[in-house]
């Protein structure tokens, strides 16, 4: 049966610390806010925050180091079918990240990133991952 789906989605960020011009030293932290019809959509709330380091290495002015946590709800249908299946879930996924930017050269850049994920896909009979992750950026 198909439902009309209406959801949004906000995101802030600002500068905490290394406001003043020409800072060298600059930490950052946002938030993303989503909600989304629960009777149409398997996840009716999104919600993570973070905080992004620039400049704290000595020599390495452009690199970043972030931090973040993100959670995802099931909706109550959803939650409610696959319990009527006999299925464990949980109510929330949750991430819990640790990245950081490099540039190697002017045209290449990498990003090792490592996460720790709780109730993976929210299904109770996966164990808790770990996931690592490499990201390459090459502009031409």
């Known amino acids: 049966r198909l439902r009309p789906s209406s959801g949004g989605y906000a995101v802030g960020e600002t500068r905490i610390a290394g406001r003043e011009d020409g800072a060298k030293r600059t930490v950052s932290a946002f938030v993303q806010l989503g909600l989304a019809s629960a009777a149409a959509n398997r996840f009716g709330s999104y919600v993570g925050a973070g905080l992004i380091g620039t400049g704290w290495i000595a ?80 502009t031409f």
Not at 97 to 106: G, P
Not at 109 to 138: C, G, I, K, M
């Open 59 to 138: 020599g390495r002015e452009s690199d970043q180091l972030g931090i973040s946590a993100a959670s995802v709800r099931n909706g109550s249908p959803y939650q409610a079918a696959q319990q009527a299946q006999g299925l464990l879930v949980s109510r929330t996924e949750t991430v819990i990240e640790l990245t950081y930017l490099t540039a190697l050269a002017s045209w290449l850049s990498v990003q090792p990133d490592l996460q720790y994920v709780r109730h993976p896909n929210t299904d109770l009979s996966l164990s808790n991952a770990w996931v690592v992750q490499l990201r390459f950026e090459v």
